[in-house]
């Protein structure tokens, strides 16, 4: 059974304008679908089914029929927005642009390729995703008002469980609950006086006219990513990067300048300026990394052996100990208990499944007794650091069918969702009804999954 159109990709319409995609040669283009005052020509839907190829989305049906669906969708969604003065603006749209340049480079190998592929220059690609992510970032803002007075009771939700049959019933996998206390190994002043001096040697090559920047961060940078395409970061807004490399970043101006060298929490950076456009810019960087001796790594762990051998024989508790000894920011303050953020803006989660947790820490808690205290082990962030940890198995639940005394959260969440989805359908439907529509001939021959487009 296909999915609801609006639990799909939101915002197929106009994604690129892509003058010699292959699926473009000897098209010749033609308005396909009206809704309201708005066309839809076909070569948007031979867009929308490029970009789906290039992404490896599978159709749940003809996609001459399930594109041009989604396009009418967006359309009845953007026009409201209209209507209720929905906006996005260059904040709410730039996060998103880099990300999806990025995914793109990496799907079709480099950014050569990738203007080979769409016929485009890089700032022409990233101005059509511009538009395309604004669109988006008004359509979720759309259905977020649409949804909003749908309320759920307890009664909604223990109904919900009594209704479906039991094969049906939600399966919850094993869940834990983990408290986590950190240290960093201890880097001595020489490591980072040796990453520093290199920094330097870099920047007087780079000024001196012996090489170029970008050819160094292809050599020595320690970023993977950008690495591969000679440091260079992308357009970016203020709040996409750590404080310290923003506030660098947006002060500059010259790019035949090289910025001093700056300390994030992955290392130590030095900056090349590139372009601005609007509120975002475009700069070059090199990542160093002070190196983590051994023996730091052995010292850290006994410190954290003494902290848990003191927790066990009763002297501290883990709680007390966290407070007093863990480095991890995010947990300090909340009695080392880690939590899961399934997306940006979403609270976080104490009850986590195995594979949410960090492979690290997973690996030490699959072994473990409820109440137990772990020994000292290492394990690597996201931005790259090891650290050194030891962790506390709060609560373990079992797998097992949902219920409403264990569960009830899940539960209500996925209420929720099906309300908000009947919601949206009605909504569609109402307006299909007050909307002017028309398909062309050939077009219109289709299993809709709204019926009301044909009147």
């Not at 966290?322 to 803006?345: F, I």
Request: proline share 4%; net charge negative; aromatic share 10%.
């Amino acid at each position: 059974m296909r999915k609801s159109i609006f639990l799909t990709a939101v915002l197929m319409t106009a994604l690129l304008r892509y003058t010699d995609a292959p699926a473009q040669n000897n098209v010749i283009d033609e308005v396909v679908w009206v809704v309201g005052d708005e066309a839809i020509y076909k070569s948007e839907v031979e867009e929308a089914r490029q970009e789906a190829l290039l992404r490896g989305t599978q159709w749940e049906g003809d996609p001459y029929c399930v594109i041009p669906e989604q396009l009418a969708v967006n359309k009845l969604f953007l026009n409201q927005a209209e209507i209720d003065s929905i906006y996005a603006t260059d904040e709410d749209v730039s996060a998103q642009v880099e990300y999806f340049y990025k995914d793109m480079v990496d799907r079709v190998g480099s950014e050569d390729k990738l203007e080979e592929y769409y016929g485009m220059t890089p700032l022409q690609i990233r101005e059509r995703l511009y538009e395309t992510r604004r669109q988006e970032y008004v359509i979720s803002r759309v259905r977020e008002k649409i949804v909003s007075n749908v309320k759920v009771t307890p009664a909604e939700v223990r109904r919900y469980l009594k209704d479906i049959p039991a094969d049906e019933i939600p399966y919850i996998y094993d869940q834990v609950e983990v408290q986590i206390l950190t240290q960093e190994p201890v880097i001595p002043q020489e490591e980072i006086d040796e990453v520093k001096s290199e920094l330097r040697t870099y920047i007087d090559r780079v000024q001196s006219g012996e090489i170029s920047f970008s050819t160094l961060a292809i050599l020595y940078s320690e970023d993977p990513e950008s690495a591969r395409n000679g440091g260079d970061l992308g357009f970016f807004g203020r709040g996409q990067m750590v404080p310290e490399f923003s506030a660098a970043a947006f002060n500059m101006t010259d790019p035949s300048k090289i910025s001093k060298i700056i300390e994030t929490e992955y290392g130590f950076h030095i900056i090349q300026f590139v372009e601005r456009l609007g509120d975002r810019v475009r700069v070059r960087h090199i990542l160093r990394k002070p190196r983590v001796p051994t023996e730091s790594v052995k010292n850290c762990l006994a410190r954290l052996d003494t902290i848990a051998q003191n927790i066990r024989l009763g002297n501290h508790t883990f709680e007390f100990c966290v407070a007093a000894y863990s480095q991890d920011k995010d947990t300090r303050n909340n009695n080392g208990l880690m939590t899961y953020q399934s997306e940006p803006g979403v609270p976080g989660v104490s009850k986590i499944e195995m594979q949410q947790l960090n492979q690290d820490v997973a690996r030490v808690v699959s072994r473990m007794h409820v109440g137990e205290i772990s020994d000292p082990f290492t394990m690597q962030l996201n931005n790259g650091k090891t650290i050194c940890a030891i962790v506390k198995l709060k609560s373990k639940i079992n797998a097992h069918r949902a219920t409403m005394a264990d569960d009830y959260d899940i539960l209500y969440e996925m209420v929720t969702q099906i309300r908000q989805q009947e919601a949206l359908e009605k909504w569609i439907r109402e307006k299909q009804r007050t909307t002017y529509v028309k398909i062309s001939e050939g077009w219109n021959d289709c299993d809709f999954i709204y019926p009301g487009w044909v009147k």
